[in-house]
DNA sequence: ACTAAACCGTGAAGCGGTAGACGGGTCAAG
DNA sequence: CTTGACCCGTCTACCGCTTCACGGTTTAGT
């Protein structure tokens, strides 16, 4: 049984944030101490548990809430569209940061760019001798090995999620007129 | 003369959001109608429009009127501020990201996607249509553009740190002794 | 037994905006 | 002159906590 001061210090949150899962019914301590004093159980650890994991991949409290009481019913697509919106944001970021750039008037990232871009990469493989056609099969055979890293690398070059689905759906089919599918 | 929607409209921001900015000294209107209504001036225009791209770079509220109060003061030194700050933000999102990705790979069973790894990536290229020769080109221009992401993206696919230097060291020379080519 | 520190509970306000409700003003057509 | 469609100003709540303030409880040390 702990209270609430060592179990955030624990888990590296603080009080505060313990009482306001609490307050939102995200986490409610087991038992109470007869002066009123929460009393956590190990039970009550674990969720607090999967509840840190979900946060740090900034899942929000309404969506954590939903997946904890029935984790069958849609984890996977709360996880997904997660992690569309995280590629949204990113790349917003990233115009926040050539806008800045420009305001600034300093070109230094622009003669060796750190982050690899759309372009530059599709650049590269013409340069290597691919042409459109090749591309498409890459895309596809991407898709087939590995769908989830093909979404992470799409999302990598800054492009949109909905652009990224696109593609995903288009590389599926290219494939689907050339062979039959494995499961 | 403009009223507080027509503005909105022209800068595609919202009513409350101009609300606000009035609300927090940062920007009011220079006149009102018999009515009470506000009435902004070209003047106050302007003032929006640096406003509005102050904040499309993700300055805060408190940052902006500091500029605006003493432009020649601390300007610069706000911007790269923010600027190192985005860096973290998008550190922070990557984390998030692969952490989302290890939830989802890990809940799909480890059935169909796996991350990507050197032999799978070389299969892929393969199923392009790409030789040896081609691969070559390509790891020489990924070295030539963007060398940092060169780096980052052969440590992705678990190569070992010592054999990444190598290839880089290779796609160099490589490039030195193509150099004339067209692609 | 007493005191002080460190803990606990509850409640409220704040951050940077955004979005909505509310009641009242304004302007057209009828 | 009225109806309706908009517009306006003001006020409030929301996200995910954090920070304050107040007063009661537990613990350690004397």
Redesign the interface.
Known sequence: MYRISQLAKRFGLSRSTLLYYDQEGLLSPSERSEAGYRLYSEGDLDRLAAIA?FR???LSIDEIRAILAAPEKG??SV??R??AA??E??RA?????S???R??RVQSGES?????DKE?WV????????DDR??E??HA??ER?????HH??L?SLGIGAEEVLTIRRLSESAWAGAEGRV?
Do not use: D, N, V, Y
């Open positions: 994991s740090k991949a900034g984890e996977r996880l997904q997660r992690l995280i590629g944001e990113i970021l990233k115009a926040q940061q806008l800045l750039a305001m600034l060796l760019p750190e982050s690899m530059t650049a590269m493989l013409r340069a290597a001798g691919m090749a591309m099969t890459w055979e991407f090995r590995a769908p989830q890293a992470a690398f999302l499961p």
